[in-house]
Structure formats: C-alpha cells, structure tokens
C-alpha cells in the first residue's frame, strides 16, 4: 500500500478566492481563560467548532484567512486562541535564527511560552469549554508546532475532541500517536522527516477510526499555510488553497456533515 493517500478529490469544495492583501473577517474576544481569542464563523452558535493552534509566529492573516475559510465552508465557529498570552509569538525577521544567541532563544522559547504541554493543557480547556457550550463536533487544526499540540491534544485520556489535523508539523514523533483517541488529518510539507509522519499514519491506520484519517504530503515548504505563506507565490497560493481544501473534506468526513 503507498505511504501516501492522495486526495483523489482535493478541490471537492471550492474554497473563496484566496488573497494575499488579506483583512480577517472575525473578531477578538475572551474565551475558556483566554483573553484574546480570533473568532470566526456564524453569527448564532454552530453545532461544529474547530480550534486553531497557530504556528509560533502567532496571530498573521494567512493563519486568520485559512480560519475564515473553514468557518464559511464549513458553517462552524472557528476559534483561534492567544497561546502565547500573555508573551509574545516569536519574531518572524528572527527566524530561522542565524546566530547561536538566537538559536538558544529559540530553544527557550520552545521550552517556555511555547511548551508544547502547557499548551495541551489550555487547548483540551478549550475544547471542553466548546463541549459545555453545545458544540456537538470539536475538532482542532495546528501548523509547525501547533501541530504537535494538537496531535497531544488527541491522545489525552479525556481529550473532547472528534478529529485533529496536523499541517507542516514540528517536533514530529511517532510516539505522540500511538494514545491518539480521534481521527487524525496528517498534512506534513516536504520538508518534514517524511519517515516519521509514515510511522505516524500505520499507528492510526490499525485504530478504530481508521477510515476516517487522512494524510498528504504537499510539495511545499514548512510553513507554507500559515504564518509564512507567501500568497503573492502562484505555486504557494496553489499549495495553500489545496490544503485547506484537504482540511474541509477531512473534517466533513470526520464529522458527517457537508461542506458548503
């Protein structure tokens, strides 16, 4: 069987016109502990949620527009919270960091606003504030190290979510699947250890929900549909609307409903 699962009908749905000068459509609020939270999608509440983990460059358009997208196709609340509150996402001029003394901040980074675990913890209080508040479908989506959050996120014992997606993930590992409890959207650019997201996709073809995963590598760079999207790129425009038209369908599937 091939490692990779093409996406026989990626552009199932036709997502709006992506754009590169992009004003985001939601708004901020508070939310589960949250002080800032981008929130998207019908005005009265949806029976579907998704919760977006950005990648380390925090709050950026590309992210927030890729958001807008699932919230109008897929008619469901799109929340996209601050993790990094009450510090700040990582500068994107410093990346990737050139100098040792950058490198070692970048370490430190990882290691504290943007621990992977502390993060877990914030997102399943999310998912489980979303529970509580009549959503009946939670899933969540994560780029670079989000991605890793939301993968964790899914494995925890009492985690409220139905699906999660990892797209261009960071600090990939194996192990991270093998407790995933819902179905999971694997989604690594090139330019990830295409060896471990293989070992990821046979842990959860033997689960349950099996028939309900989805994996696709894009021929794209790390960071290609979030924060370093470049959509002025027709090649990284056309990678970008195809992925998120891969996100609409694996979360359609997992959840039962249809996309618009």
Not at 27 to 39: I, L
Not at 96 to 120: C, H, M, R, S, Y
Not at 123 to 145: H, N, P, Q, Y
Request: proline share 7%; charged share 20%; aromatic share 12%.
């Amino acid at each position: 069987m091939s490692s990779t699962v093409h996406n026989d009908n990626a552009a199932c749905c036709s997502i709006p016109p992506v754009k590169s000068d992009y004003t985001p459509k939601g708004v901020f609020k508070s939310y589960a502990g949250f002080n800032k939270v981008y929130v998207t999608g019908p005005e009265t509440k949806s029976t579907l949620a998704l919760v977006c983990v950005y990648d380390i460059f925090g709050f950026k358009p590309q992210t927030q527009q890729g958001a807008d997208i699932l919230a109008e196709k897929l008619n469901a609340q799109v929340l996209m919270p601050d993790f990094f509150e009450p510090g700040e996402p990582w500068p994107a001029d410093k990346f990737p960091p050139q100098t040792d003394e950058e490198k070692a901040k970048l370490q430190e980074f990882f290691g504290g606003i943007a621990n992977p675990q502390t993060a877990v913890q914030k997102l399943i209080e999310v998912g489980r504030a979303l529970k509580s508040d009549g959503s009946v479908f939670v899933g969540t989506f994560g780029f670079c190290w989000g991605g890793k959050v939301t993968i964790l996120a899914g494995s925890d014992a009492t985690t409220p979510f139905d699906a999660v997606s990892a797209i261009h993930p960071a600090m990939l590992s194996a192990a991270d699947a093998e407790g995933l409890k819902a179905p999971l959207g694997l989604f690594p650019s090139k330019d990830e250890p295409k060896a471990e997201a293989d070992k990821i996709y046979e842990i959860i073809s033997k689960k349950p929900f099996a028939s309900k995963n989805a994996y696709q590598i894009f021929d794209s760079f790390h960071g290609f549909a979030a924060a370093r999207a470049n959509l002025d790129d027709p090649k990284n425009k056309e990678e970008y609307e195809k992925l998120y038209a891969t996100l609409i369908k694996f979360f359609s599937t997992a959840s039962g409903t249809h996309a618009h």
